[in-house]
């Protein structure tokens, strides 16, 4: 398939291709959790959770296998590095008790992903530690499994764990496209230079297209 794109159309097999939603969870995008700890207006991601449920419903139309990761940690905090936890001056650090349960922890509600965005049985899960989903993960392997080459992003933020994940994916060999509209930042600023240096010196870390013209291209 061909998917109209910036900076030029990115030529794609669907069946090399995987979706990787990042961390649409109720930790980043509801009040009373790790995003709000930090200071932001959680409000602007729940825009794009309708982008991302029909993008993921395409690519499960499609055969594309989806991918969810959450950004989370043990309960002992073994996999959070100190530096990381005692970071600036939050609300409530990570592991603190919060409205929705102990902030950024796996198994909290606040570290479940979205209703609306929920993993189908069957559909890898990729509990993460870092900002790149491929450190300290089985992405890597995962993806070699399955034969992967493009791979399509969503999720949150655009600037931070979206970013990170697709320069991680770029030295890996793998393109990349990011929806323009299945991601957001709480800062406009930083989603639209994400947008600009992803796809700036031609593709140098990878591609942004709109939803609709991918679920065009997997049609
Ligand atoms: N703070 C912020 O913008 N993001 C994160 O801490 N994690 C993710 O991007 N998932």
């Given at each position: 398939m061909i998917i109209d794109a910036q900076p030029f159309a990115l030529e794609a097999d669907p069946a090399t291709t995987a979706l990787i939603v990042i961390d649409m969870q109720r930790d980043f995008v509801e009040p009373g959790g790790f995003g709000a700890s930090l200071?932001?207006?959680?409000?602007?991601?729940?825009?794009i959770i309708p982008a991302t449920a029909r993008l993921i419903a395409g690519c499960r139309a499609a055969g594309v296998p989806v991918i969810h990761t959450r950004e989370c940690h043990a309960p002992d905090l073994s996999d959070c590095p100190p530096a990381k936890r005692l970071r600036g001056a939050p609300s409530l650090r990570i592991g603190d008790p919060g409205p929705m349960g102990r902030v950024l922890i796996a198994g909290e509600p606040g570290a479940e992903i979205v209703a609306e965005l929920a993993p189908l049985p069957g559909e890898t899960v990729i509990d993460k530690p870092g900002k790149g989903a491929f450190y300290a993960t089985n992405l890597s392997d995962h993806l070699a499994a399955l034969g992967t080459r493009t791979l399509i992003f969503a999720g949150v933020t655009t600037e931070v764990c979206v970013q990170t994940t697709m320069r991680e994916a770029n030295d890996r060999g793998f393109d990349s496209l990011l929806a323009e509209d299945a991601t957001e930042s709480y800062f406009p600023e930083f989603k639209a230079a994400t947008l600009a240096m992803i796809r700036a010196q031609g593709a140098i870390v990878g591609w942004t297209t709109p939803v609709e013209t991918i679920l065009t291209a997997l049609a």
């Open positions: 200071g932001n207006d959680v409000t602007r991601l729940q825009a």
